[in-house]
């Protein structure tokens, strides 16, 4: 409550038509500056105080709460505040947690975070990182407050490790944006973190392409899918020609591929239940199987009929290890249908080993589809497999003759295999 009173202050004087003592002036001047300077003192404690919607005359805006209560209140439209932590960061990186309630940046290099100013203990704390990456090798570690175990949720990160108890993450393959919510409780001293645009890893499985030596960012513990394939169903079988005819599609079918046929067979040489391989793909509608990898045609007797499925092999796969293999990054010139693909050089490449395509991909190869180095020839030219069994390249993949018309690149991984396959069969 205001301190002003105006009491002391005789309205009725001076009284008119009459020689009036001096002294009421003076008394009525005291108790009017006496109020004036209460009224200023007070609205200087309100100026310093209060919030307001815009600065007052002759000061600054700052509606800073230091922790007051605020309750039973309606709120609308109300926004996060952000602070740019910067474009490249790497080594130590000090987060002020009262600069925005969302910070973000570009990770370009191994970067520790270190977390600073929040609330008291008594109340929860909370902010949003948003980190943008531009080194896929690069690593992202949290301080000693946020202890790798469940209570604080570090261990249920994906690409998560434990690093002397601490959590340090790995960006997942093909990840350039990772977002998470840091919160305490107690000032800072434990840390509690939740992904935001990630999964969980304990209740995700992800579907990527896999490679045998993986990817930056493959982490032990890891649980993929492959590809998914469709069932289909069997019209016809011609003995003479061996070849099986579907009433679906089989552009997803490629030479190698393992297939598993379920429900009754009309022709006796399909055995379902047994593992077969494509031998050939001639047409959208007709392919080939063989007993065993590379083999000939298996023999047909023909027929026709219904409830006879073909089913592409799935396969979940499991890392057991984190990434450590070197990746060499070639140009290529031109394909040929002989099946040799041109690069600049072969130097580091070796027979076997996974390489995949990018860019504006020639020649029938399939950009981001992984391929196995089959043979290294003179010129800088490779042939390639589509598939790989027990680490050796299968069949030649079949090419068209064509020049890239801009830039086409080839990378090949060389290192250990992280990725162990597990063939699903069909019900």
């Known amino acids: 409550m205001s301190a002003i009173n105006t009491n002391g202050i005789n309205v009725n004087y001076p009284i008119p038509g009459v020689n009036n003592n001096s002294q009421g002036f003076r008394d009525n001047f005291a108790a009017i500056k006496n109020n004036l300077d209460t009224a200023g003192t007070e609205i200087s404690d309100l100026q310093n105080k209060v919030v307001v919607k815009q600065a007052l005359a002759n000061t600054s805006v700052n509606n800073d709460m230091a922790n007051t209560l605020i309750s039973n209140a309606a709120i609308r439209s109300f926004r996060s505040t952000m602070y740019n932590l910067g474009g490249a960061l790497s080594g130590v990186v000090a987060v002020n947690t009262s600069l925005g309630d969302v910070q973000f940046g570009t990770v370009s290099a191994n970067t520790t975070l270190q977390f600073g100013n929040w609330p008291p203990t008594g109340t929860q704390g909370t902010i949003e990182l948003q980190l943008a990456v531009s080194n896929a090798n690069a690593y992202i570690s949290f301080p000693s407050e946020l202890v790798y175990n469940n209570i604080t949720g570090a261990s249920t990160i994906e690409n998560g490790s434990n690093v002397a108890g601490n959590l340090v993450i790995n960006l997942p393959n093909n990840v350039s944006q990772v977002n998470y919510l840091i919160s305490t409780v107690d000032c800072g001293n434990t840390l509690y973190i939740t992904p935001v645009n990630r999964p969980r890893q304990s209740t995700e499985i992800q579907t990527v392409t896999i490679s045998p030596t993986g990817f930056p960012g493959d982490t032990n513990g890891t649980i993929s899918t492959g590809p998914s394939y469709d069932q289909l169903a069997i019209a016809s079988t011609d003995g003479t020609s061996e070849l099986i005819t579907t009433s679906g599609n089989t ?83 031109a394909t040929n249908s002989s099946g040799n693909i041109t690069l600049n050089n072969t130097t580091s490449l070796a027979t076997n080993v996974p390489i995949i395509f990018s860019g504006t991909v020639v020649g029938g190869l399939v950009a981001g589809q992984v391929y196995y180095v089959k043979t290294i020839g003179s010129g800088g030219n490779i042939t390639i497999s589509r598939s790989r069994t027990n680490g050796v390249a299968g069949t030649q993949f079949v090419l068209t003759t064509a020049t890239p018309s801009s830039p086409l690149t080839a990378t090949a991984y060389i290192g250990s295999d992280i990725w162990k396959k597990i063939d699903l069969t069909s019900w």
């Open 251 to 333: 552009t997803q079918l490629y030479t190698d591929m393992p297939i598993v046929f379920t429900g009754p067979s009309f022709d006796p040489g399909i055995t379902p239940g047994t593992t077969y391989y494509v031998r050939n793909v001639f047409s959208s509608t007709q392919f080939t199987i063989s007993s065993t990898l590379g083999g000939a045609n298996v023999n047909l007797t023909g027929g026709t009929g219904t409830f006879l499925y073909a089913n592409p092999v799935s396969s979940l796969y499991i890392c057991t290890d984190t990434y450590n293999s070197t990746s060499y990054v070639k140009t290529v010139s």
